[in-house]
């Protein structure tokens, strides 16, 4: 009992980290159809803002919260102006803009390691103690990460349905060319997209940090880990890709208890495969239907 405990909790922990980020990265897909390369630079983008503005500026930790959103917002406005803008009605877009991405996620790389260099950093940000839970230990700082996605993801579905923003996005990721002749500016789409889910890979980043260590490349495996989630779950899935968290949060982690840390990953690219031979399209995704 005490063991499935730990899985349990250490399974909704990474879960909420992971659940995050793939819901930045899926809402970007889904509306403009293209893979943002730039999403694990501007995760440590965050995690390093709201590191400087505890330590260097003395900010209260949750002025220094939202700091770190209002960044990584403007790191994805600054995106869409230099590279998606440009880019937009002109052929090839989606693979360009791919290519686009990865430049600027090196350049977000070597900007973080220019100023802080290149040794791992702690996050003050965080929460001492725990709850004891008959023989495990859950540290308050996992149930804080837990409730904090959770807040989010309900803001996230909550902006979606209901605001008139929201409803621009959906149709604008449904069909395209049908919302533009609704007369709906999809260009303003776009950097309201990026630059949503610049602020929430910037929260995952900070979310990351204070479990782990901050560093110029922490991006990297949480970025890959949140385009697999997105496969399974259906590209451009947002629903789906939340799900598909907290479902392979717990998997890998039951995997790494059973079997050991290093087969963690393995096991998820294995159902990676499993999971597309079995729905082509994703669990959660519907058959790709071509925009007018």
Known sequence: MDSLTQIVASGLTVGAMYAVSTVALSLVWGALNVLNMGQGAMLAVGG???????????????????????????????????VVKLMIGKDGFETNVIIATFGFALILENLVLRLYGAYPLRQPIGLDGGWHIGAVHVPY???????????????????????????????????RGATELMGVRVSKIFLQVLMIGGG???????????????????????????????????????????IASFVLGLFEVSVQFLFGVRFGFPALLLLVISALIWKPFGVFGRRKTDRL
């Open 48 to 82: 390093y803002i709201a590191y400087t503005a505890v330590t260097a500026f003395g900010l209260p930790i949750p002025i220094a919260i939202v700091a770190a959103a209002g960044v990584g917002a403007l790191v994805g406005a600054v995106l869409y102006f230099l």
């Open 141 to 175: 700082q996992n149930i804080l990460l837990v409730l904090v996605s959770a807040v989010l993801m309900t803001v996230v579905a909550y902006a979606l349905k209901s605001t008139r923003t929201g409803r621009a996005i959906r149709a604008t990721a449904q069909n």
């Open 200 to 242: 929430l890979a910037a929260i995952s980043g900070i979310m990351l940090s204070t479990i782990t260590t901050l560093a110029p490349t922490m991006g990297y495996d949480p970025m890959l880990k949140a385009f697999i989630i997105c496969v399974i779950a259906g590209l451009g899935n947002i629903y789906g890709a939340l």
